[in-house]
T-cell receptor
Framework: SQQGEEDPQALSIQEGENATMNCSYK?????LQWYRQNSGRGLVHLIL?????REKHSGRLRVTLDTSKKSSSLLITASRAADTASYFC?????????FGAGTQVVVTP | ETGVTQTPRHLVMGMTNKKSLKCEQH?????MYWYKQSAKKPLELMFV???????ENNSVPSRFSPECPNSSHLFLHLHTLQPEDSALYLC??????????FGAGTRLSVL
């Protein structure tokens, strides 16, 4: 069933710009993960943030988690054409995994 | 390369056929998963195996039959599928239900 809901559904930006997408969820979680999927391929793990963490960085990626608002954001800085993909959040509620429909990001040169 | 291999990559089958999807992980993980991904819909978790035991079956129709002979291999046996079963089927593995490593998927078309 769908818990994580990504917003926006689609995002189109130019190279060099930042891309921000959000994920909202309904029930308490112990961690939230962001994944990337290139067209027709499997998902690739980007970042895992635990419920007691508020922010994590990995390269050009920055993830925040606000458990009071039950939301998370993924920021991609200085985007590149290779960042074109769909981005998903997956919430883990003590072994119960739930997913959103994803944000489709297109980065044009 | 994620360490999770799915075969075949593409499969076309008729509604009366029987086929199997295969997943193999070389990561030493103890959990394996089958997912269905249809266009513009959230990822659907189908089955979860922990230490070869099925721990989750999300109301999947019986025409999908999983098999996990050991912790490295997972199969999805398909029988009398419907056109609406056409989708990308993804396999994943994890250690202790943590970060999941996905295969590239099998694109299934049911005619």
């Amino acid at each position: 069933s769908q818990q994580g809901e990504e917003d926006p559904q689609a995002l189109s930006i130019q190279e060099g710009e930042n891309a921000t997408m959000n994920c909202s969820y309904k029930t308490s979680i112990n961690n939230l993960q962001w994944y990337r999927q290139n067209s027709g391929r499997g998902l690739v793990h980007l970042i895992l943030i635990r419920s007691n963490e508020r922010e994590k960085h990995s390269g050009r990626l920055r993830v925040t988690l606000d458990t009071s608002k039950k939301s998370s954001s993924l920021l991609i800085t200085a985007s590149r054409a290779a960042d074109t993909a769909s981005y998903f959040c997956i919430t883990d509620s003590w072994g119960k995994l739930q997913f959103g429909a994803g944000t489709q990001v297109v980065v044009t040169p | 390369e994620t360490g999770v291999t799915q075969t075949p990559r593409h499969l076309v089958m008729g509604m009366t056929n029987k086929k199997s999807l295969k997943c193999e992980q070389h990561l030493g993980h103890n959990a394996m998963y089958w997912y269905k991904q249809s266009a513009k819909k959230p990822l659907e978790l189908m089955f979860v195996y922990n230490f070869k035991e099925q721990t989750e079956n999300n109301s999947v129709p019986s025409r999908f039959s999983p098999e996990c002979p050991n912790s490295s291999h997972l199969f999805l046996h398909l029988h009398t599928l419907q056109p609406e079963d056409s989708a990308l089927y993804l396999c994943a593995s994890s250690q202790d239900a943590d970060i999941q490593y996905f295969g590239a998927g099998t694109r299934l078309s049911v005619l």
